[in-house]
């Protein structure tokens, strides 16, 4: 890592006109929070750059980097590697990559590494000197985004230490679970909670959600409610495998579909086999397919892993002395959503690094929730009309993750 810092610190700084920062399409808050991230470490060294994405989202204001130079004579290219899929991609431009996305070889000068879970984990490695608490938090909001707030079976000692590193560098927890989980007001929350009721058991442990364009139309459900649901759908307890597919709404015939999955199912293997990509756990395709003619595919797909893998999974976990040790802090912070502290994350990351299990402890707090838990959740949300007063667990963690004052 001491070398590839070196190596991306001495090609960056060769620039002379100025850095442009660019990342993938519809970017998610791991490519919003590396763009963000280093402009704020371009900015305090200083080196001119400006950033170029194709949407901020709910991203903060406040968290985007202002902007020092017109003109480039390099792009850092963060969280892909693939020029088709970046957004404002120039050809012919000096290229340095950044990503941690698996590729088997990329053209241009780059840091490539999967191992890592998140590219804004990445970053805050190469650039550990230059951190400040902006693009520490901005960090932050990345590599919890890309590990379900360090729940997902990609959490390991070194993405704790990473998460540690950022708050001893002025990382703000809340801030960043915000930008992590942000739920856009009620408006976001209702139509969130209209997807969550779609939501069905497709074989014991495999959950679908399903979004055909008139409904896209019809509700306005967008790209960001369609993420969020699925990230939600991961809280229950015993799922293995969880689908959601939607239907582009412009586009005829286009649908995009997500996966992610928990030991044995691998989601990569299902986005491959539709020309998709992504991470072992978490893949996604777009396909030039009508929704129905795709799940049809997917179904098929999935049913010639069922029964072996659903019987696996559906097998209670077992838990070393240590998982529960570490389930302990998931619980006591209701999954990292509340009270988290240096502490606490130091605690965790010593069990860790003697071989508890980040995904299975968590797992633990989930184990009571179920796909009728989701739905409970759906028709509170939908039938109290706020979210103020919150009883069970799924709905506490549900309203903090819902920002009142969200422009999206
Ligand atoms: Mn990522």
Redo the contacts with the bound molecule.
Sequence with gaps: MKMDSKKILKEITKSRKGIKIVTHERP?V??LG?VAGMGWILHSMPMPFFTCVETWLSFHPDLRPPSSASACDMQLVL?VSDPNRTYGFDTGLHTVVI???PVDKVPFFSVVDPACC???ALLSELFSDYLDDRSSTCFLA?VL??TGVLSYSNVDERALRDAIRLIQCGAKWEIAYGEATKICGMEQAKHIAQLLRRVYEYKPGVFVLTVPKEDRVKFGFTDADCSSALSIMQWIGKGCLFISARENNNQAQITNISFRSRYPFEAIKYAKAFGGGG?RMAAAAKVSMGLGEVMEEVLALVDTDVPAFTQECNEPPQLSELDLQLSQAYAESELLSVNVSEDLLEGMSQLISKGANAERAAMKVREDITLESLHELADWINGSGDVSNPRTLVQRIFARQVDPSCQS
Excluded: E, I, L, R
């Design positions: 998610d791991d490519a590396s969280d990503d941690h996305h998140a590219t804004s990345g985004a890309d991470h």
